[in-house]
């Protein structure tokens, strides 16, 4: 495992970086680096690198909680829906939850029963994790916990940034949504030059957010908790989900954060729902609400 975190920290540091570089950097032999690679996305023990779009001008996401009659019959009903992203069943204080890029009015599908939050999604986040035991990473967060003095709200940064994207622009983001695929045929497939794709690339980060996950017991084995925080210190929840041994996604609202985090034992499940009660105590969060991600599809929600 501890070989798998270091390929992993290289992917993460740069997504598309070869076999022979990640071999030079962590001493591994090449076909060392090629083996555990494969292992580690057949295993589900890495997810990504994947890229997801920033809030823009010309661009937005839309994050949809909410509460239907039929939960497995609406989402069902929203596979192949125009501009739909992602939407998954799920339970707790929402049973639905979908992306959209496109404002959409639900209200109006049958069986919908109230709208838990709706919002902008801005900037999403997939903090690097460290190679480490539950038991130690709940010390440190405890660590940092007790540090943690509410003395001033931290300033919400919500970066807005003017996307200048033609047509061969989003023909390589909808390609190369995961990033490490293979080059010119992908680049053949969609008739778009290796020139276009490096000037995309050198760019890509002022437009998109990149994420790679590492679940060191396999991402399928693991239960997804979902929690809408009510904070005004966004970052030092952030900091908190980092702690743990895998890869939580933080998606920043309008408002508030949703983050997705991901454990196993119903020990962890414990010490995670009482570490948010010391959340509250310690005024770090207002309050939260939650749900268990049940299943989920994720599509490129074009029309």
């Not at 001008?57 to 929203?78: I, T, W």
């Not at 778009?192 to 084995?221: A, Q, R, S």
């Not at 729902?273 to 749900?291: H, N, P, S, V, W």
Request: proline share 3%; hydrophobic share 35%; with cysteine.
């Amino acid at each position: 495992m501890k070989s798998y975190y270091r390929v992993f920290e290289q992917i993460y540091e740069c997504p598309v970086m070869s076999y022979y570089d990640i071999s030079v950097n962590t001493g591994l032999s090449r076909n060392s680096v090629s083996k555990y690679v494969k292992e580690m996305y057949d295993e589900g023990i890495i997810k990504g690198p994947q890229i997801r779009m920033k809030l823009a001008v010309q661009y937005k996401e839309y994050v949809y909680l909410m509460n239907f009659s039929d939960p497995q019959k609406a989402f069902h009903g929203l596979k192949g829906f125009p501009h739909v992203m992602y939407h998954a069943v799920t339970f707790g204080d929402w049973n639905t939850m979908v992306v959209t890029n496109r404002l959409l009015d639900f209200k109006k599908l049958v069986g919908f029963e109230g709208m838990v939050n709706q919002g902008v999604r801005y900037c999403s986040y997939t903090p690097k994790v460290g190679c480490i035991s539950w038991d130690e990473s709940f010390e440190k967060v405890y660590e940092q916990l007790d540090r943690f003095t509410p003395l001033r709200e931290e300033y919400r940064n919500r970066r807005v940034t003017d996307l200048y994207w033609g047509e061969d622009e989003w023909k390589l983001f909808y390609a190369f949504n995961s990033l490490r695929k293979k080059v010119t045929p992908a680049l053949r497939e969609i008739k778009v030059t290796y020139e276009t794709y490096t000037k995309w690339m050198k760019t890509l980060e002022d437009y998109c957010t990149i994420h790679t996950g590492f679940y060191p017991g396999g991402y399928e084995n693991y239960s997804c908790h979902c929690f809408l925080f009510f904070t005004d210190y966004e970052e030092s929840v952030k900091s908190l989900f980092s702690l743990f041994p895998t890869t939580s996604f933080i998606m920043e609202l309008d408002k508030q954060l949703l983050v997705f985090t991901y454990v196993t034992s119903p020990k962890v499940k414990r010490n995670l729902f009482c570490l948010l009660y010391d959340m509250e105590t310690k005024k770090m969060i207002k309050g939260f609400r939650q749900a268990v991600v049940l299943f989920h599809s994720q599509s490129q929600g074009r029309e």
